[in-house]
């Protein structure tokens, strides 16, 4: 596979031990086949989202260079959030979990089948995954969207906190 595609993930969760479980992830992410991890971004801390009678969040970003094809990586990554103990439930929406990760962009692509959008359809509205793909690729572009640096100067993340 000589073609290359840089893409960034967002990596969160709020049961057991989250950082651990993220910094792992980053680890799993750079074992891909085809794969490298580029760059990581500070691990974060963010109010539940969608449900708030859960625990904090610990968010970060990941950028990874990968010859993977983005359903491939989306497979890659559904596996690693399997193996964190990631149990999917069709009824699962915003609930507490393991570890999620998430396809926020792939390449300069734009994508939309059945399980996989890309860039993510609500990246541009979600601070928490925002302040740290800003910290790892300020000049990112979303796709119909503009700049992610612009997205994220249009609203209020209070509420995120850089971890040590």
């Not at 893409?7 to 709020?14: R, T």
């Not at 990968?66 to 149990?87: P, Q, S, V, Y």
């Amino acid at each position: 596979m000589s073609t290359k595609t840089v893409a960034l993930i967002g990596l969160g969760g709020n049961l057991g031990d989250a950082a651990a479980t993220l910094r792992h992830a980053f680890k799993d992410l750079d074992g891909l086949a085809h794969t490298r991890l580029l760059r990581a971004s500070k691990l974060y801390r963010s109010r539940a989202w969608g449900r708030i009678d859960q625990p904090d969040f610990i968010n970060a970003v990941a950028m990874i260079e990968t010859g993977l094809g983005a359903r491939e990586l989306l497979d890659a990554m559904l596996g690693i959030e399997h193996h964190a103990g990631r149990e999917r439930h069709a009824d699962e929406r915003w609930g507490p979990r393991t570890l999620d990760l998430d396809l926020l962009l792939y390449g300069d692509a734009v994508i939309d089948e059945p399980g996989l959008h890309v860039p993510h359809p609500h990246l541009h509205e979600r601070s928490f995954a925002l302040v740290p793909l800003v910290e790892i690729a300020p000049d990112a572009m979303i796709p119909g969207i503009g700049p992610a640096r612009a997205a994220l100067a249009a609203m209020e993340p209070s509420g995120i906190e850089a971890l040590g």
